[in-house]
């Protein structure tokens, strides 16, 4: 889509049992401000019935009609500020692709606790059906979402090989836009900004969601254990699989 970005459906992988995420269950994207009626008409007719937002709601933001509104839940992570602060010296420094990369490793790293008041809260709205269909969108819908998706997707039985190919594509979405944009802004720069460590931060790697898993898995004794740190139960998980998975 033009306005909303990086929207997708989540479902049709399969899990370790060889069961199917349903398709049309949950879907992701970038933020919804300026979306376009076309676009509100196609949300309309996934018959959408929960949309989960992560941006602050202290930030200034377009509304983005009522259709949006009726069925937004915020549920702000306010990790923008802290994350730009580390990154601002590094965007003007020349050669600092791989701090950049460092920064936004240190920042996945914490993703964990800093999604952890939210996961409660998450889970207690997928265990009842009558949610569904939900949307799950932040500003890029890259990093909060992109961990909230993957933790779904842990917690289901979803591979971790696939639930990084899954992160991945938001490259796809992103990459090629950046390139344009910042092409046009080093030749207007005369080459004084550094085009490439604006790219670097817009990127997201294998790297960064690996670091997620080992950070569960080493802090807290894995998936299952994270969740029930955040009082989602081992029954819980059974409840939401018998929702999200079907018979490939």
Known sequence: MKN??????IGGYKNIEGKQFRKGLIFRSGKLDNASKEEIDFLKSLGLKTIIDFYPQNRQRRNPGKFIEDKKINLPVPVDEANKEMLKP???KKNAEQEIIECANFFYTNMPDL???RISEIFRILLKEEYYPVLFTCNMGKDRTGFIIAIIQWAVGIEKE???KEYLKTNDVYIPKARRILKIIKFLSFGFIHAENY???FMIREKYLQTVFERINKDYGGIEKYLESCEVSEKDIEILKKILLEDY
Do not use: G
């Not at 909303?4 to 459906?9: L, M, S």
């Open 115 to 117: 999604m952890y008041d």
């Open 162 to 164: 696939t639930i990084i």
């Open 199 to 201: 790219l670097t931060a």
């Open 4 to 9: 909303i970005h990086n929207f997708r459906d």
């Open 90 to 92: 590094l965007l003007k």
